[in-house]
């Protein structure tokens, strides 16, 4: 019975990462291994060509940058509007501070994919079409961040902080020296979830960036043009080029991302 | 607050009106956005694509990352290796994933025909267009539904399980006295963001099928986005992005008030 388990745990995960082993072996792939039949699984050699090629005739590495620099300080400032927003909810009183926090969680239930239309209108006058500004100002609020970080201040004893201000300290620095070191695993789980957020959406990037130049990763992976003309092994090498680093760290992360899962919903 | 309530009230508004292709709102039309779009076939055919795709979507999604969290249940080194892969697809944009998907189910050079050693037209035959459409919307979602099912099975206690055995429980009722009623509140929450991500589907839409062939999977909001974007056509965009948001809402308020009378929290 055991053994059976396993065969089909193992059987059924093979084909779940398929398509991750095939693009890397394919990005190797020479044109005549594509169309030789039967099909190839292994590339015949190790043929470097193609990621060669893929930086050569497409503007990729403009794509990573841009994406990284979206990415990093999308991260940054959405951080930290939601430790400020997080922070006053939690430590100020204020009239309808409850009212206010109720809005701003509200937003979670409005679909982000169905308001880009009129989204994307308030960013053409506002004249952010093709800047790295317009890809990440509708990422800055995030209502889930403010409330899982305040959901962690709360167990912060109030004390903590008027102690710290009789003391002359200001709330800036209390948040630097001793909140933040304190929720450390929060922010710093928070952040990547942030930074693999805006740097995996596709839709918004899409119609922000008409510029070939402005475009971010995701959106010029499927403009490079080589898989309409069924020159597939410049198109593996740029996602295999892209993903395994991220598969790597997937790999070696395993167990924090399945813990920070499993405490998430055990503290409901 | 701009990004979110200020277009939703301006979706709503421009869906009542004609709008010039510069957003501004030129005269109030009441109903008539609504009677058009609801008399066009092309509304037609993405409402009925979003809803079929939701059904077929959303119990092959459940069945399938729920299945794969209950072997991966294990201990041992293969086991963790199973679940590592089990959640890798995670790792993998949106965008790459999906222009892999459109390689290797390509149906004369991709590697997906070759394996089954079929012949099928992925792309130009209107149910198989759905089907992959279905595979990849599952593929987008394994890994990080796996890792929430995981997670509440782990949480399971082991003695209770082990109780049960002794009793002469046999799996299946095991599963389905013991360790399902434990995880309701996961499977609730992951059938309530499943159905969401089914009704806005849009993206992966986008890069495979481009609605094809014969707008078989044309779906709602790539509607929406054809007509804003492609068209021009913003008054009719925002009147879809209206009926999403309306589906959207009873769907889940239907949900919610089920799982108020279902789910029993410890």
Same mark, same amino acid.
């Given at each position: 019975?055991?053994?059976?388990?396993?065969? +089909?745990? @193992? !059987?059924?995960?093979?084909?779940?990462?398929?398509? $991750? =082993?095939? /693009?890397?072996?394919? *990005?190797?792939?020479?044109?005549?291994?594509?169309?030789?039949?039967?099909?190839?699984?292994?590339?015949?050699?190790?043929?470097?060509?193609?990621?060669?090629?893929?930086?050569?005739?497409?503007?990729?590495?403009?794509?990573?940058?841009?994406?990284?620099?979206?990415?990093?300080?999308?991260?940054?400032?959405?951080?930290?509007?939601?430790?400020?927003?997080?922070?006053?909810?939690?430590?100020?009183?204020?009239?309808?501070?409850?009212?206010?926090?109720?809005?701003?969680?509200?937003?979670?239930?409005?679909?982000?994919?169905?308001?880009?239309?009129?989204?994307?209108?308030? +960013?053409? @006058? !506002?004249?952010?079409?093709?800047?790295?500004?317009? $890809? =990440?100002? /509708?990422?800055?609020? *995030?209502?889930?961040?403010?409330?899982?970080?305040?959901?962690?201040?709360?167990?912060?004893?109030?004390?903590?902080?008027?102690?710290?201000?009789?003391?002359?300290?200001?709330?800036?620095?209390?948040?630097?020296?001793?909140?933040?070191?304190?929720?450390?695993?929060?922010?710093?789980?928070?952040?990547?979830?942030?930074?693999?957020?805006?740097?995996?959406?596709?839709?918004?990037?899409?119609?922000?960036?008409?510029?070939?130049?402005?475009?971010?990763?995701?959106?010029?992976?499927?403009?490079?043009?080589?898989?309409?003309?069924?020159?597939?092994?410049?198109?593996?090498?740029?996602?295999? !080029?892209?993903?395994?680093?991220?598969?790597?760290?997937? =790999?070696?992360?395993?167990?924090?991302?399945?813990?920070?899962?499993?405490?998430?919903?055990?503290?409901? | 607050?701009?990004?979110?309530?200020?277009?939703?009230?301006?979706?709503?508004?421009?869906?009542?009106?004609?709008?010039?292709?510069?957003?501004?709102?030129?005269?109030?039309?009441?109903?008539?956005?609504?009677?058009?779009?609801?008399?066009?076939?092309?509304?037609?055919?993405?409402?009925?694509?979003?809803?079929?795709?939701?059904?077929?979507?959303?119990?092959?999604?459940?069945?399938?990352?729920?299945?794969?969290?209950?072997?991966?249940?294990?201990?041992?080194?293969?086991?963790?290796?199973?679940?590592?892969?089990?959640?890798?697809?995670?790792?993998?944009?949106?965008?790459?994933?999906?222009?892999?998907?459109?390689?290797?189910?390509?149906?004369?050079?991709?590697?997906?025909?070759?394996?089954?050693?079929?012949?099928?037209?992925?792309?130009?035959?209107?149910?198989?267009?759905?089907?992959?459409?279905?595979?990849?919307?599952?593929?987008?979602?394994?890994?990080?539904?796996?890792?929430?099912?995981?997670?509440?099975?782990?949480?399971?206690?082991?003695?209770?399980?082990?109780?049960?055995?002794?009793?002469?429980?046999?799996?299946?009722?095991?599963?389905?006295?013991?360790?399902?009623?434990?995880?309701?509140?996961?499977?609730?929450?992951?059938?309530?963001?499943?159905?969401?991500?089914?009704?806005?589907?849009?993206?992966?839409?986008?890069?495979?099928?481009?609605?094809?062939?014969?707008?078989?999977?044309?779906?709602?909001?790539?509607?929406?986005?054809?007509?804003?974007?492609?068209?021009?056509?913003?008054?009719?965009?925002?009147?879809?992005?209206?009926?999403?948001?309306?589906?959207?809402?009873?769907?889940?308020?239907?949900?919610?008030?089920?799982?108020?009378?279902?789910?029993?929290?410890?």
């Amino acid at each position: 019975m055991r053994f059976i388990k396993a065969s +089909i745990a @193992t !059987l059924f995960s093979l084909v779940v990462i398929f398509p $991750i =082993i095939y /693009t890397i072996s394919a *990005s190797f792939f020479t044109y005549a291994d594509f169309t030789s039949i039967p099909a190839k699984l292994l590339p015949s050699s190790f043929y470097l060509e193609n990621y060669v090629r893929a930086f050569a005739e497409t503007s990729l590495a403009r794509f990573l940058a841009n994406s990284f620099v979206t990415a990093t300080l999308g991260m940054l400032l959405r951080m930290g509007i939601s430790i400020g927003a997080a922070y006053a909810f939690t430590f100020f009183t204020f009239k309808g501070r409850d009212v206010l926090f109720f809005v701003v969680i509200a937003t979670m239930l409005l679909p982000s994919d169905a308001l880009i239309l009129a989204n994307y209108s308030t +960013i053409r @006058t !506002l004249g952010l079409t093709d800047t790295y500004l317009g $890809i =990440i100002s /509708t990422k800055l609020l *995030s209502p889930t961040h403010i409330f899982m970080l305040r959901q962690y201040f709360k167990t912060m004893s109030r004390e903590y902080r008027e102690a710290a201000l009789i003391e002359g300290c200001s709330d800036a620095r209390f948040i630097t020296t001793l909140l933040l070191p304190i929720s450390k695993a929060v922010v710093i789980t928070l952040g990547i979830h942030s930074f693999s957020n805006i740097f995996n959406d596709y839709l918004w990037p899409l119609l922000v960036t008409n510029k070939e130049g402005m475009r971010t990763v995701q959106v010029g992976l499927t403009m490079l043009g080589f898989s309409e003309n069924l020159d597939y092994g410049p198109q593996f090498a740029a996602i295999a !080029l892209l993903m395994i680093p991220i598969v790597i760290a997937f =790999i070696i992360m395993h167990s924090p991302i399945q813990n920070s899962v499993s405490s998430r919903f055990a503290g409901r | 607050m701009v990004f979110s309530y200020r277009p939703f009230l301006v979706t709503i508004l421009n869906s009542f009106h004609t709008v010039s292709i510069m957003g501004e709102r030129f005269k109030f039309v009441g109903l008539e956005n609504y009677s058009r779009l609801f008399a066009s076939q092309s509304f037609q055919d993405s409402l009925s694509n979003t809803l079929r795709f939701t059904l077929f979507f959303v119990p092959a999604n459940m069945f399938l990352c729920l299945s794969a969290a209950l072997l991966a249940n294990r201990k041992g080194k293969l086991a963790t290796l199973n679940q590592v892969f089990f959640f890798l697809p995670l790792a993998v944009g949106l965008s790459s994933s999906m222009m892999i998907f459109k390689m290797i189910f390509n149906p004369s050079l991709g590697i997906v025909n070759h394996l089954l050693g079929t012949s099928i037209q992925w792309f130009n035959n209107p149910k198989a267009a759905m089907a992959l459409l279905v595979i990849a919307g599952v593929y987008l979602d394994f890994g990080f539904n796996f890792l929430l099912f995981h997670a509440a099975l782990r949480n399971v206690p082991k003695d209770l399980i082990e109780v049960a055995q002794i009793e002469g429980a046999s799996p299946f009722q095991t599963f389905r006295y013991l360790i399902f009623p434990l995880i309701g509140p996961t499977v609730v929450f992951v059938l309530i963001t499943n159905i969401k991500d089914a009704m806005l589907i849009s993206s992966p839409v986008l890069i495979l099928t481009e609605g094809g062939p014969f707008r078989s999977t044309q779906t709602l909001v790539y509607q929406m986005y054809l007509e804003g974007f492609k068209s021009g056509n913003y008054a009719v965009g925002s009147s879809i992005a209206t009926v999403v948001f309306l589906l959207t809402f009873s769907i889940l308020l239907i949900l919610m008030r089920l799982q108020r009378r279902r789910v029993y929290y410890q």
